[in-house]
């Protein structure tokens, strides 16, 4: 036990130098003799959308419960298949909200009376065909769709476009950097630190859907427009 001990203590004692050493390593920092300057910059591209993302679904009322389900079930089916026949992939179909609801006439002072049952269904549809938005929307409200929001138009792989937009932050911010040199009379020594503090996509106005006649009949039309991405940088520089 004891030389265990005295064993255990040697060792301890070899390891303390070397943990001090490496504690004061970590502690060193360069000190700055010139004028630190911390700016922020951002830099912007623009894309145009390649994806689109539409919210269709069918509302149903009957005065029972089953009926209000079976209608919309049936029209659901005549929806998803014109969904099929425009080239959307099942995986591109996601249910996203299902409600049944009772619905009551309300009278003064009388008790509400029960009326009736109201059903929503309601499908996200996912598809990078954006010139087609406008037929696969007219298709939907043929075929008995009667709720239909978006599209909501979105970049489907942002990451070489946020890289592009990161690059530019960054001679953004170098060239802001040697602007405040100059007007000090100072020169730019050295970059002490660049943080990202966020990157993100500006929201595209709410797309316009217009009409266009063609073979004497109606037809939606879809403009996608550009969306801008931004990435903004904390920058730091010694300026001398």
Same mark, same amino acid.
């Given at each position: 036990?004891?030389?265990?001990?005295?064993?255990?203590?040697?060792?301890?004692?070899?390891?303390?130098?070397?943990?001090?050493?490496?504690?004061?390593?970590?502690?060193?920092?360069?000190?700055? *003799?010139?004028?630190?300057? #911390? &700016?922020? !910059? =951002? +830099?912007?591209?623009?894309?145009v959308?390649?994806?689109?993302?539409?919210?269709?679904?069918?509302?149903?009322?009957?005065?029972?419960?089953?009926?209000?389900?079976?209608?919309?079930?049936?029209?659901?089916?005549?929806?998803?298949?014109?969904?099929?026949?425009?080239?959307?992939?099942?995986?591109?179909?996601?249910?996203?909200?299902?409600?049944?609801?009772?619905?009551?006439?309300?009278?003064?002072?009388?008790?509400?009376?029960?009326?009736?049952?109201?059903?929503?269904?309601?499908? *996200?549809?996912?598809?990078? #065909? &954006?010139? !087609? =938005? +406008?037929?696969?929307?007219?298709?939907?409200?043929?075929?008995?769709?009667?709720?239909?929001?978006?599209?909501?138009?979105?970049?489907?792989k942002?990451?070489?476009?946020?890289?592009?937009?990161?690059?530019?932050?960054?001679?953004?911010g170098?060239?802001?950097?040697?602007?405040?040199?100059?007007?000090?009379?100072?020169?730019?020594?050295?970059?002490?630190?660049?943080s990202?503090?966020?990157?993100?996509?500006?929201?595209p106005?709410?797309?316009?859907?217009?009409a266009?006649?063609?073979?004497?009949?109606?037809?939606?039309?879809?403009?996608? +427009?550009?969306?801008?991405?931004?990435?903004?940088?904390?920058?730091?520089?010694?300026?001398?």
């Amino acid at each position: 036990m004891v030389k265990s001990f005295f064993a255990a203590l040697a060792l301890a004692g070899a390891a303390l130098p070397a943990a001090a050493m490496a504690q004061g390593m970590t502690n060193i920092a360069q000190p700055i *003799s010139g004028t630190r300057l #911390d &700016i922020s !910059a =951002t +830099g912007e591209v623009s894309r145009v959308p390649d994806i689109a993302i539409i919210s269709a679904g069918v509302t149903t009322l009957d005065k029972s419960a089953t009926g209000a389900i079976e209608q919309n079930a049936a029209q659901m089916t005549r929806v998803r298949a014109a969904l099929k026949r425009a080239g959307i992939a099942d995986k591109d179909i996601q249910t996203s909200s299902f409600n049944l609801n009772p619905e009551y006439r309300y009278e003064n002072n009388q008790p509400p009376v029960l009326t009736g049952y109201r059903v929503s269904n309601q499908v *996200s549809v996912r598809f990078r #065909d &954006i010139k !087609a =938005t +406008g037929k696969i929307l007219d298709a939907l409200v043929a075929e008995g769709a009667n709720q239909i929001n978006g599209p909501n138009l979105t970049i489907d792989k942002p990451e070489l476009a946020m890289d592009e937009a990161r690059v530019k932050a960054i001679a953004v911010g170098q060239a802001r950097a040697e602007l405040y040199a100059r007007t000090l009379g100072k020169r730019v020594v050295r970059l002490l630190s660049v943080s990202e503090s966020g990157g993100y996509a500006v929201p595209p106005p709410m797309p316009m859907m217009r009409a266009q006649m063609a073979d004497s009949a109606a037809k939606s039309v879809i403009d996608p +427009g550009e969306q801008q991405l931004s990435v903004s940088l904390a920058m730091s520089f010694e300026l001398q």
